[in-house]
């Protein structure tokens, strides 16, 4: 996902893009409502804005973005007051997050606001289609029938096991934050189900016996790798000579 960060402050913004890298999305800064409006060329998915920009105001830039792009906004500022929040979101903004904030909090409303316009346009073009999905090469997924398979044997997974693997299927290669595995097989937030992903994520491992298929990316979460191959073929013994 292409985020376009427009924020004024070099120190808040180098620290933000920072972490939403380090969540696999692909940032772009921009420090002025200018540099901000020559970036919609890039088409980002998703928009944060800061309104205290030091050459136009947040307000009128969201206005000016809306009349040319039809992408999801999240305001992001320091303004708190109601008539502030109910302005923005008049302008179009789909949604307002006030500083400081959690930065988890906010990939979620980052996720949210991308999928609301996908639902809204019809289509999710990056995910495959829900009822069957190759996996790594050698793990089949129907997920309509919750069958898994490797190799074409039949795995025999638990509700919530076979829940985490859909979920990691949808972009084999692309990294999944600990928080939204938490939050979209769990339908929770709370921290204490750490430990819990990391039991079902090492169950599952067990299960496939596919090795490298669930890869962990330390301190931001799992991804399904696109890239594992099948087992070379032992070579077969040559006959016996008559």
């Known amino acids: 996902m292409r985020l376009l960060v427009v924020e004024d402050d070099v120190r808040v913004a180098a620290a933000l893009c920072s972490v939403l890298r380090r969540h ?24 944060l804005l800061d309104l205290g920009l030091p050459d136009r105001d947040g307000f009128e830039l969201c206005g000016r973005i809306r009349a040319v792009l039809d992408v999801p906004i999240i305001m992001v500022t320091a303004r708190a007051d109601v008539r502030s929040r109910i302005h923005g979101l008049h302008l179009g903004a789909d949604d307002y997050v006030v500083k ?28 495959p289609p829900e009822d069957d999905a190759l996996i790594a090469g050698r793990i089949d997924l129907d997920r309509l029938r919750r069958v898994v398979s490797v190799d074409g044997v039949p795995v025999s997974l638990t509700r919530k096991e076979f829940d985490l693997l859909a979920v990691l299927a949808r972009r084999p290669g692309v990294v999944c934050p600990r928080d939204q595995l938490i939050s979209e097989v769990w339908q929770t937030n709370w921290q204490g189900n750490q430990r819990t992903l990391e039991v079902h994520v090492a169950s599952l491992r067990a299960k496939l016996k596919v ?15 696109a890239d594992v191959r099948p087992p070379a073929a032992s070579p077969r013994p040559a006959p016996p000579h008559p």
């Open 24 to 47: 696999g999305f692909e940032v772009e800064p921009a420090r002025t409502a200018a540099e901000a409006l020559e970036r919609l060329a890039s088409e980002p998915d998703v928009i």
């Open 100 to 127: 400081p904030y959690d930065v988890g909090e906010l990939i979620a409303r980052i996720h949210v606001v991308s999928r609301r316009t996908a639902r809204h346009d019809g289509a999710r073009p990056a995910d």
């Open 211 to 225: 090795p490298g298929a669930i890869q962990t990316v330390r301190g931001v979460g799992y991804r399904v790798t």
